[in-house]
């Protein structure tokens, strides 16, 4: 008889719930100028369109992408619609450095990132994985196709698109207990 993942739906929900990565984002990044470099930039100050390629780096304030290429459009009001991708060699990535007192740090990677400043919202797609350390410690986990990560709000949601590669969660222990969800199948 196959195993199915269905019963463990309603707990998994739950867990995700109280699961929340982006909850100390530092709220000055908001504010910061986006800083861009790569090997080669074209611009069109027409249609406000930059395209960056080779080595992309993106700054804003803690924020930081990189990728193999790059497409900025900053609408009318000046608000960034950036997309990263990844090459064959290597994914797209971010990291955010959290308001605590102790530093921490999320970090993602996919094949794909896109930041939508107007929202504060970043995606990852496609070998998408986001996760909360302290140093080189790893805190708290998630796996999944496509992750819409909102940087401020305190709100995210995962998304696997395939019934044999479900989303994957590892929350640390915070008094001594551990819950951890993985894929069984390989």
Do not use: H, W
Not at 64 to 69: E, L, N, R, S, W
Not at 151 to 164: C, F, M
């Amino acid at each position: 008889m196959p195993f199915s993942y269905r019963p463990l739906l309603p707990l998994f929900c739950l867990l995700l719930a109280f699961y929340n990565p982006s909850v100390f984002a530092l709220k000055t990044d908001k504010n910061q100028p986006t800083k861009l470099s790569s090997d080669r930039a074209d611009f069109n100050d027409v249609t406000q369109e930059y395209i960056l390629t080779g080595k992309v780096v993106i700054i804003k304030g803690s924020i930081v992408i990189k990728g193999a290429k790059a497409v900025v459009i900053v609408d009318p009001e000046g608000y960034q619609q950036i997309t990263v991708r990844g090459d064959a060699n290597q994914l797209a990535t971010f990291t955010q450095q959290l308001d605590k007192p102790d530093p921490e740090f999320i970090d993602g990677e996919g094949d794909l990132i896109f930041y939508e400043a107007k929202k504060d919202q970043l995606l990852l797609s496609g070998q998408a994985y986001t996760n909360r350390r302290k140093g080189t410690q790893t805190i708290d986990k998630l796996v999944a196709d496509e992750i819409n990560y909102d940087l401020y709000s305190e709100e995210y949601s995962a998304v696997s698109k395939e019934l044999n590669k479900p989303t994957r969660t590892v929350l640390a222990p915070r008094q001594n207990n551990k819950i951890e969800l993985q894929n069984t199948t390989k």
